[in-house]
């Protein structure tokens, strides 16, 4: 289903920017790519075992 970036900032109850700085680092880390206006999760299991900021 897609959803544009300031419903997902919506629906997890952030700031659009936050969302924003949140893919980006996502990004830089490998975790996450942005293809066409997709968003691939390139590692999902490094993805979930992410340990919080």
């Known amino acids: 289903m897609p959803i544009r970036q300031w ?3 919506r629906y997890l109850g952030i700031t659009p920017q936050y969302v924003t700085r949140l893919l980006g680092q996502l990004e830089d880390e490998g975790l996450l790519l942005r ?3 997709w968003l691939i ?7 979930w075992h992410r340990p919080d900021p």
């Not at 999760?41 to 993805?47: C, E, G, N």
């Open 7 to 9: 419903e997902l900032a």
């Open 35 to 37: 293809c066409k206006g």
């Open 41 to 47: 999760i390139a590692d999902p299991h490094r993805l």
